[in-house]
């Protein structure tokens, strides 16, 4: 029995497929989902999304959103998403690096700009931990 | 004679000029509908999605007290109509289209409908019939830009909380593929839930379990936050859906009117010859004449 798992965002579909168990980033904490789960409506974090079909193994990024769980289906909303290979580790240093810096000398950005920082720094952060966490030999 | 064939060249020459600017414009119009329909197909997923989420809210057995945007409201006495056209014209009957659909549906409503128009056309056609304007928007951002999109559903969400008015409807131009475009109405608020088969209103068929959520974090933060995002959400999607039956639209009338001023100028052309070659057999006609004349007068031949 497995269930089936589609991640969104606004410009495509991310994934797609059935899974084993799923993992979430929830805001109230990692939520595990199972084929038969009960109905259920939660705001996502900033974080990482398993999806678990046999033994393999699927990693994303998830940048905010929602997730609605039925019994036999996932279907996450995501402000942002990506799957793990699809993330430039040294692109994603750098971007980490240039925000930084910038944030340094905060008083000489305008609001959106801090913003804007702000956002690549987290984004950067959560590609980077799931990069390191589950990323084999690559890189 | 040469003065009416210089006439007549400048006829084919403005001609010319025409079929020149209706097929650069046909070919700006080919870009921008590629462009409009990719990001329409790019997002529809996710509007299909968070609808069906919507709706999903909406048919809980305590739907009517998860959100007031989900509430039917008995004794509807204000309808409000979203209608969305374009800034500019020259697209064939697209603009007209909208509004002949819009008057049909609302001029015998039961009830007062106020106009929100977004793009001037629809605009100019609705303040000319002495319809009331809520709000117009032109100059939008295209392609159609998320926020500025939010903002126009955001109006209506918040009119329709304080009850200015009861029911709001969304009429567009849908976008199905290049051959098809149809003119919808389509109720926005409050949301009614069509349960069974599907084609009765596509959009509103579900997933078939009647369970309730739990939520997380708490329920009302977790419905405040999505409901009144994603009614907005289908505000943009028609709006992208629009544009991209806009381009096509005149991108079709581009390509027709290209194809009549060519061949108007073919036929122009060809009576521009057939005049030439008759001033000069005149022509010819005269001088042999006047030769034979000659000829003819003359007595030491």
């Known amino acids: 029995m497995t269930i089936h798992c589609e991640i969104v965002t606004q410009e495509r579909i991310v994934f797609q497929g059935e899974a084993d168990l799923v993992t979430l980033p929830g805001e109230a904490g990692e939520i595990g989902i199972l084929p038969h789960h009960s109905p259920l409506l939660t705001v996502l974090k900033y974080g990482i999304i398993k999806v678990r079909l046999a033994e ?78 589950f990323r084999q030999s690559r890189d | 004679m040469a003065s009416s064939r210089n006439e007549m060249r400048f006829h084919i020459h403005s001609v010319g000029n025409i079929a020149q600017v209706t097929r650069a414009l046909e070919a700006v119009s080919t870009s921008k509908a590629r462009k409009a329909t990719k990001l329409l197909k790019a997002t529809r997923p996710y509007v299909e999605r968070a609808w069906k989420v919507v709706l999903h809210l909406a048919r809980q057995p305590d739907g009517a007290s998860v959100h007031p945007l989900l509430e039917a409201r008995r004794d509807p006495k204000q309808a409000l109509a979203i209608v969305i056209t374009s800034d500019r014209g020259l697209a064939g009957g697209y603009n007209m289209n909208v509004i002949r659909k819009v008057l049909k549906n609302f001029n015998d409503f039961p009830r007062p409908v106020s106009y929100v ?86 959009y509103n068929q579900t997933h078939p379990t009647r369970a309730i959520f739990a939520y997380e974090p708490e329920k009302n933060r977790v419905v405040d936050a999505i409901v009144p995002r994603y009614i907005s959400l289908q505000v943009y999607a028609a709006v992208l859906s629009a544009e991209a039956s806009e381009h096509t639209v005149r991108m079709l009338a581009m390509h027709s009117a290209t194809k009549n001023a060519k061949e108007l100028m073919n036929s122009l052309k060809m009576a521009y010859h057939k005049t030439r070659q008759k001033d000069i057999t005149n022509e010819i006609l005269d001088i042999s004449s006047g030769a034979e004349m000659l000829q003819e007068g003359n007595p030491n031949r």
């Open chain 2, 117 to 202: 128009a977004v793009g001037k056309r629809g605009g100019e056609m609705l303040a000319h019939r002495e319809k009331d304007l809520l709000a117009e928007y032109s100059k939008l951002i295209a392609p159609a830009d998320l926020k500025q999109i939010s903002s126009i559903g955001n109006l209506a969400i918040e009119r329709f909380l304080d009850h200015s008015y009861d029911e709001v409807y969304l009429c567009y131009t849908e976008f199905i593929d290049r051959f098809v475009q149809r003119v919808v109405i389509r109720k926005l608020l409050p949301l009614e839930v069509v349960f069974g088969e599907k084609e009765i209103d596509s």
């Open chain 1, 56 to 133: 393999a193994e699927k990693v994303f990024t998830v940048f905010g959103g929602v997730a609605e769980i039925q019994p036999d289906q996932i279907t996450i909303l995501a402000d942002a998403a990506e799957s793990l290979n699809e993330i430039d580790a040294h692109e994603t240093e750098e971007a980490k690096h240039r925000a930084e810096r910038a944030l340094k000398k905060k008083d000489r950005l305008t609001e959106d700009v801090e913003m804007e920082m702000w956002e690549a720094l987290r984004r950067s952060n959560v590609r980077l931990e799931a990069v390191h966490r």
